[in-house]
């Protein structure tokens, strides 16, 4: 069990008790587990409440960033759940790689392909992801994937908005509550500019780049050869006062963008469905 550590509306936990007892009762489950705060926290209270009869299931492409993928696994060993990787291969399809406006559609299909075939396989009741009730306002064609595919998302069945998820996992002691969202490199393209594996390692290390600088969270958006930097507002003076632009540009240069630029905006998620 893990144990409350700082108090919770009664609304909240009105909630964690209700998602507690409806995960107890699926007897097994397999968690779509990113590593982000959301998965993470079904995770973990997968693992409280069913034991060995939870398992975390981590979908590896070139569209999720090594440094993240390295996280989930030190989350799932704190946690304590057993972790498996899996290859998916979304990049060799079409409805993918030419990055429609759907094709979060398409990576999820491909995503759940293999949980649900693992957790029939494996002797799991059940699949889970991590879908809060604030997704289901935004545009995220992936859900529809995930219902043809039978997984349930009890945080957003239970109404676990973005801050009850962040709450909760702070008063349970979880170190990541405050994890900044990090989408897939894939989203760092406008729709209809192809993805490809060279693509994505390009936009990996410009981020990586930035961040061993001390920004806090990064979007390095790619559009043709030009990148465009996304970092919170209240970070862009530090930016411009702590980075040597030139090495910057030319590093960026070096990866194969021929432009280099800040968005003076900030960081906006899903700022390119606009």
């Keep these: 069990m893990f144990y409350q550590l700082e108090i919770l509306s009664y609304e909240q936990n ?13 007897n097994s489950v397999c968690v779509a587990y990113s590593g982000g705060v ?11 409440q ?31 759940i057993q972790h498996l990787e899996i290859k998916t291969s979304e990049l060799d399809q079409s409805s993918y790689t030419q990055n429609p406006k759907n094709r979060c559609f398409a990576c999820k299909k491909e ?8 957790s029939q396989n494996l002797n799991y009741s059940n699949v889970c992801d991590g879908v809060n009730f604030d997704d289901l306002n935004d545009y995220r064609p992936g859900i529809q994937a995930a219902k043809e595919a039978g997984v349930i998302s009890p945080l957003a069945k239970f109404k676990f908005t973005k801050k009850d998820i962040r709450d909760i996992s702070r008063a349970l002691g979880f170190p990541w509550w405050d994890k900044p969202a990090q989408p897939c490199l894939s989203s760092r393209f406008p729709y209809g500019y192809e993805i490809t594996n060279e693509r994505l390692k390009m936009v990996e290390k410009a981020e990586e ?66």
């Design 14 to 26: 009105e909630k964690l008790k209700v998602i507690r007892n409806f995960i107890k009762n699926l």
């Design 38 to 48: 959301d998965s993470t926290l079904v995770a973990s209270l997968a693992f409280e």
């Design 50 to 80: 069913l034991g060995r009869k939870a398992i975390a299931i981590t979908g590896v492409s070139p569209a999720l960033a090594k440094k993240l993928l390295d996280e989930a696994k030190s989350q799932a060993r704190w946690i304590g």
């Design 111 to 118: 995503l759940h392909k293999h949980t649900t075939y693992l």
């Design 209 to 274: 780049y930035i961040k061993k600088g001390g920004i806090s969270e990064v979007r390095v958006r790619c559009h043709g050869s030009t990148a465009r930097i996304e970092i919170p507002t209240n970070e862009l003076k530090i930016f411009c006062e702590k980075y040597d632009f030139n090495k910057l540009v030319n590093y960026f240069s070096d990866l194969g963008f021929n432009c280099t630029s800040l968005d003076l905006e900030g960081l906006i998620s899903g700022k390119l469905n606009r």
